[in-house]
């Protein structure tokens, strides 16, 4: 793991995210998308796997912080993107008490299990990702690490408890802040241009599909329109289009049917549209990266949908 620590931490530099409990060094390009402090809270603190049907936790209460992070990069795995801070975290004192990736952790259940900031702040595939917790010998300080990785980005989610420091605690974060994306139908191409180049991500909300169907139907889409002139006038520009599904129907049916529908929308984009095919790639995530609860009829409907996300620029 030497040669995965040694080219990571060459790319990073002196950006701080701190905390009354420990600062950790992030990557240069890593971006907060969002936050929840608590002056006095109490965390359920993973020890140990999901096994039998439970997750082992140990509550630690005191001043609690939240942060999630989007970092731009393409092949970036979770565990690059946590070995250096792992290190980090060694170095100032703290004792692991888990160290896992998604097959030891327990997959879908332990995801599941533990407390994690919503989507599409935060995202997490189920089948690729990695969690550490640990707790300082002296302090009792706790911090915890969730990392994961979609198409072009890594997500990483830091929660902290610093014992004792009730109402004390009011974190600084030198990182840039980018906004969330909002779940919303984009206005003139300026405004989908301005929203997909800001924040990595834009929802099409327009799209029509014929209910049941991997079908696009016909008629223009000022969307469509708006992202292969973007395309056009950026040639250096990689996107990923994912489709997403609700929870009607099996994992399997459901990603099949986001990334037909993903491959409708590229090919639009190409034989409608004009757009490069070399820019697009297509995917989809079935029900694995909900914009809403799935309870509701409003949070399906959400949940439905085609996203483009910025993988890279080619200069």
């Known amino acids: 793991m030497d040669w995965v620590r040694n080219s990571l931490a060459a790319a990073l530099c002196c950006v701080a995210v701190q905390t009354q409990a420990l600062q950790l060094t992030l990557p240069t390009t890593a971006r907060q998308t969002a ?25 630690s209460e005191g001043a609690v912080t939240r ?33 896992c990736d998604d097959d030891i952790c327990g ?15 935060m995202y997490v595939n189920i089948r690729d990702y990695q969690f550490i917790s640990a707790r300082h010998p002296e302090t009792k300080a706790i911090i915890t690490l969730l990392a994961s990785a979609a198409a072009g980005a890594g997500y990483l989610q830091i929660t902290q408890v610093a014992k004792g420091l ?28 301005t929203q997909l180049l800001n924040t990595g991500s834009i929802v099409l909300r327009t799209l029509d599909f014929a209910v049941g169907t991997t079908t696009l139907s016909e008629g223009s889409s000022a969307e469509l329109s708006a ?21 009607v129907g099996g994992l399997e049916t ?39 609860s799935n309870l509701t009829a409003e949070g399906r409907e959400a949940n439905r949908r085609v996203e483009v996300i910025v993988v890279r620029e080619d200069k």
């Not at 979770?78 to 008490?97: E, F, K, S, T």
């Not at 840039?176 to 139908?185: G, H």
């Not at 190409?270 to 990266?289: C, H, K, P, R, V």
């Open 67 to 99: 942060r999630a992070y989007r970092i731009p990069a393409s092949g970036m795995t979770p565990l690059q993107l946590v070995a250096p801070m792992r290190a980090q975290i060694a170095a100032a004192g703290y004792d692991i008490l888990l160290d």
């Open 35 to 59: 936050s929840r402090d608590s002056a006095l809270d109490q965390v359920a603190v993973p020890v140990a796997p999901f096994y039998n049907g439970a997750l082992k936790t140990e509550r």
């Open 227 to 247: 992202l292969a002139t973007l395309l056009q006038a950026r040639p250096g520009l990689q996107v990923a289009v994912v489709g997403h599904t609700d929870t």
């Open 254 to 292: 459901n990603i099949s049917v986001s990334r037909a529908r993903a491959r409708a929308v590229r090919s639009a984009l190409i034989n409608t549209y004009g757009a490069d095919g070399d820019q697009i790639e297509a995917e989809g995530m079935g029900y694995l990266s909900p914009l809403a």
């Open 166 to 193: 009730a109402g004390a605690v009011q974190p600084t974060a030198v990182v840039p802040t980018a906004s969330a994306p909002e779940v919303r139908a984009p206005g003139p191409a300026g405004d989908l241009e």
């Open 107 to 121: 997959g879908f259940d332990f995801r599941f299990a533990i407390e994690v900031l919503p989507a599409p702040n």
